[in-house]
């Protein structure tokens, strides 16, 4: 008695458990990435610059801060200068951009102050500048001189007020003093206050100062 071979198993073909992407889907896809991206690149640049308007403005009440220190060790008036400057990319608008602050070692015949700078020239970065309006930029109520030496350039406009050895100041002693910064923009300087600022209030009898 024969007994029949064993049957072998038929093979079949391998079925792919993932199906592949359509068309559409993948448009969807391509679609989402590029509003990320756009979205993304929207949003750094901003981001970028709030930072430097917040480190300005940690920078400069430091650098009061070390204005205060200096009347006190060199038992002498301090004259602080905030000068009327183009950007150094020259494109915008002139507004108070940089600073500085020295010894006060006397008087010139008319009545101007001898003044040796403790440092160099400090400029504010180039998108932020002092707001250009009094109420929220005490030292526009302060005369505008237009002698003053900003680094290379002469003749430029600054205004300045002085700080005495116990910590009192000539800025308006009636209310704290105030210097907001803000960004310039493709538009311009705002006019009106904006949502992104930085504010420095001085107290003009302390020179004490907050960063808001």
């Known amino acids: ?17 993932a199906a592949g992407f359509t068309l559409v889907e993948m448009l969807v896809v391509v679609a989402l990435l590029s509003m990320l ?4 690149a929207m949003s750094v640049p901003a981001a970028l ?32 200068r905030f000068y009327e400057l183009l950007p150094t990319s020259q494109q915008g608008t002139l507004g108070y ?7 006060v070692t006397g008087w010139t015949s008319d009545g101007k102050p001898q003044v040796t700078f ?24 302060q005369t ?19 700080l005495h050895v116990n910590g009192s100041t000539t800025l308006p002693a009636d209310k704290p003093a105030v210097l907001t910064l803000v960004r310039e923009t ?17 107290d003009p009898e302390t020179h004490q100062t907050r960063v808001y």
């Not at 008695?1 to 458990?17: D, F, G, I, Y």
């Not at 951009?97 to 010894?103: C, T, V």
């Open 1 to 17: 008695m024969s007994s029949n071979p064993p049957r072998q198993p038929v093979k079949r073909p391998l079925r792919s458990s």
């Open 37 to 40: 991206v756009t979205m993304a």
């Open 49 to 80: 610059g709030s930072q430097r308007l917040s480190g300005a403005a940690r920078q400069l009440s430091a650098d009061l801060n070390q204005a205060s220190l200096m009347a006190r060790k060199e038992d002498k008036l301090v004259e602080l």
């Open 97 to 103: 951009r940089a600073y500085q602050f020295g010894l």
């Open 118 to 141: 403790s440092g160099e020239l400090q400029r504010l970065p180039d998108d932020v500048l002092l707001m250009p309006d009094v109420k929220y930029n005490t030292l526009k109520s």
């Open 144 to 162: 505008v001189r237009t002698d003053g030496t900003a680094g290379a350039e002469q003749n430029v406009s600054y205004v300045s007020y002085f």
């Open 186 to 202: 493709p538009k311009g300087v705002p006019s009106d206050l904006p949502a992104d600022f930085r504010s420095i209030v001085i």
